[in-house]
């Protein structure tokens, strides 16, 4: 059975980092990809950051690029997202997801395995 289990989120204030963890079991790291997506509330789920475990080649959404690092440790099955220079738009409800795949994406139907979700909120 794949489970995921996000972590690390918080209250941080704007300007300020965090670093979500997501611990990934039951999937063999290789040949799947990883992502994390988020959600405010009355806003669609939008898929912010992936990684292909093979080559750790990433894909971020224009509003995270260049403040949010996404990063794979594939001997702790383990994927990390770090966030800096938050936002108080970046307030929402992260997930992970995991799809046995090659191909690095953001579309939420892509991915089959979910994580529960962590709170950030970014005080302004």
């Known amino acids: 059975e794949v489970q995921l289990q996000a972590s690390g989120g918080g209250l941080v204030q704007a300007g300020g980092s965090l670093r979500l963890s997501c611990a990934v079991s039951g999937l063999t790291f290789g040949n799947s990809a990883i992502a994390w997506f988020r959600q405010a509330p009355g806003k669609e789920r939008e898929g912010i950051a992936c990684?292909?475990?093979?080559?750790?080649?990433?894909v971020y959404s224009d509003s995270v690029k260049g403040r949010f690092t996404i990063a794979s440790d594939n001997a702790k099955n383990t994927v990390y997202l770090q966030m800096n220079s938050l936002k108080s738009e970046d307030t929402a409800v992260y997930y992970c997801?995991?799809?046995?795949?090659?191909?690095?994406?953001?579309?939420?139907?892509?991915?089959?395995?979910w994580g529960q979700g962590t709170q950030v909120t970014v005080s302004s």
């Open positions: 990684i292909v475990s093979d080559n750790d080649d990433t």
């Open positions: 997801a995991a799809a046995r795949s090659s191909y690095g994406s953001r579309d939420a139907t892509d991915y089959r395995y």
